[in-house]
């Protein structure tokens, strides 16, 4: 047997074994005898046919066949163990001469495992971006939190309509003299400057009196969705029943308690900040983890084995896929109106997959050089740490990671976070600190 | 029954017929009515070789029964040809 690697790029290796004919032969004649014992031929009993009868039954090329797959598995193992390949994936063969009394020639096609070169991953330089959360901050969520616990007043000191004003009102809208499909309502509540309608219909309410009937004439936009209505010119006939005003809460501990579990306003606000520093805390300490990775895998250099980046873009579409639908979105409809088909959004995700794939090395060298170790202490306490979230006894969840083989999972996932601090901690960290105007980008 | 191959139908290739092979006996089904000179004939005319002798044997059909019915297979004339030293005959299964 002759073998000799014929390529190997981007984490795929080719080689290519040589079977000259005489050993060829002998693979040749155990298939027969294999494939008499199996065969059934009128006159003979099981494996007692003579060879040339059991050719001519099942044929030349399917003893061929049955002889290059015996070849291929006594042969490969060999052929692979000598050129020094570490296999990653299960072999892929072709083969490219089979024929009696000549050289077997195939190929075999496998995914290998990347030689890691770690560059130095003490003391990478990264910048982490410090976040203060601000007073101002904390008056904008309130603000926001005013806004969702507004109501709608009427208003009673006038009659006529305002800009921010929600009028309830009726319209009829008339395109050449005809009505149109959408083109009507009756007390329909409209927030005056909200921009919800065609532009100028809002505008011209501005100014109507409770009650009264009166005329808007607006222009359908070019880039209307109605194809009918394109550019039209249209007439609305519009009548206002009521005008409201939007009413804030105040600001007070009794907002508080109604919107927390905090006694007073004060409490509440440092609650709020407390909230809005963690997060940035996590924000910061995540955007340095990805720092860090980012310059280890622009400083490393190998090849992600295909078959697992497959593998990976499979995953991160399912996720995608499962994201779509919990929206309410058939995939069939997301991909008509993404203009995209399967493949197509495979190739994006790609680069996504191969640096996924790669931190996943990345890291796993990383841990295997610095001995870092998930314990059982640690997993169990991690499954404790699941049981509280989830309101569940810890040994429900442990027994349902142990039955789906998942526990593994878990392990490497506490072990990816330990290397990453790991990593955190033996990098040179500049601290930077944002100023709050840069957050609101 | 004038030209050798209506004389003879098919070879038989069993166990036991091609270990008789080695001993240069060939096996044969041949015509009912076939004589043994006249297989002999048709043998050395169809596969170019010489026959030293013939034997033959007339062979019972067997019973078969299909549903209620039952009925025999066609009797058959068995003929095993003696082949001079040195020739032979190429027989594989389905000539």
């Known amino acids: ?441 | 029954m004038e030209f050798a191959h209506d004389i003879i139908r098919k070879p038989i290739v069993t166990e036991k017929t091609v270990a008789l092979m080695e001993q240069n006996k060939y096996t044969f089904v041949v015509d009912k009515r076939a004589t043994k000179a006249q297989i002999k004939h048709a043998v050395e005319q169809v596969f170019d070789v010489k026959v030293t002798s013939v034997t033959t044997m007339n062979m019972k059909g067997k019973l078969r029964t299909q549903g209620r019915t039952q009925g025999y297979r066609p009797d058959w004339k068995k003929a095993i040809v003696t082949l001079k030293d040195g020739d032979s005959i190429e027989i594989l299964e389905g000539m």
């Open chain 1, 1 to 441: 047997m002759n073998s000799e690697l014929v390529k190997n790029e981007g984490g795929r290796a080719t080689l290519k074994v040589t079977i000259p004919a005489k050993e060829f032969k002998d693979f040749y004649n155990s298939a027969v005898s294999n494939l008499s014992r199996e065969v059934n031929i009128p006159g003979f009993r099981k494996g007692k046919a003579p060879k040339q009868i059991v050719i001519s039954r099942l044929g030349e090329n399917y003893v061929l066949s049955e002889a290059a797959q015996i070849a291929i598995s006594k042969t490969y193992a060999n052929a692979i163990q000598s050129n020094d390949v570490k296999p990653f994936s299960e072999p892929e063969y072709e083969v490219e001469q089979v024929e009696a009394d000549k050289d077997f020639i195939y190929n075999i096609v496998v995914d290998i495992l990347p030689e890691i070169e770690l560059p130095e991953y003490k003391g990478v330089k990264a910048v982490k971006k410090v976040k203060k959360a601000t007073d101002d901050e904390v008056d904008n969520v309130l603000k926001d939190l005013q806004k969702r616990h507004s109501q709608l007043v009427a208003v009673e000191d006038r009659d006529t309509v305002e800009e921010g004003d929600y009028i309830l009102f009726d319209f009829k809208g008339f395109v050449d003299g005809e009505p149109f499909e959408g083109g009507a309502a009756e007390n329909y509540t409209l927030e005056i400057g909200s921009n919800s309608f065609i532009p100028g219909f809002e505008d011209q309410l501005i100014g109507q009196k409770i009650g009264e009937e009166g005329k808007v004439t607006v222009t359908f936009p070019e880039d209307y969705h109605h194809e009918a209505l394109k550019g039209k010119e249209s007439i609305f006939e519009v009548k206002v029943n009521e005008i409201k005003k939007e009413e804030l809460p105040e600001l007070d501990d009794e907002f508080a308690k109604d919107v927390s579990d905090k006694e007073t306003l004060d409490e509440y606000r440092v609650q709020i900040k407390e909230d809005l520093q963690k997060s940035y805390d996590h924000q910061a300490a995540h955007e340095l983890e990805d720092q860090i990775l980012t310059k280890l895998l622009e400083e490393s250099e190998f090849d992600a084995p295909p078959s697992m980046v497959e593998l990976q873009v499979e995953q991160i579409i399912n996720d995608f896929k499962s994201r779509v639908e919990y929206q309410g979105i058939s995939w069939e409809l997301y991909l008509e109106h993404s203009k995209k088909d399967d493949e197509a959004i495979k190739a994006d995700l790609r680069p996504q997959a191969v640096t996924q794939v790669k931190n996943y090395f990345i890291l796993k060298e990383i841990a295997l050089k610095e001995n870092i170790e998930v314990s059982e202490d640690e997993l169990d306490l991690k499954l404790e740490e699941m049981a509280e979230n989830y309101q569940m006894a810890k040994d429900v969840i442990r027994e349902y990671y142990e039955q789906n083989n998942r526990l593994d999972d878990l392990r490497y996932e506490l072990q990816t976070q330990k290397t990453l601090q790991f990593l955190v901690e033996h990098a040179s960290v500049e601290e930077q600190v944002v100023e709050p105007e840069d957050l609101q980008a």
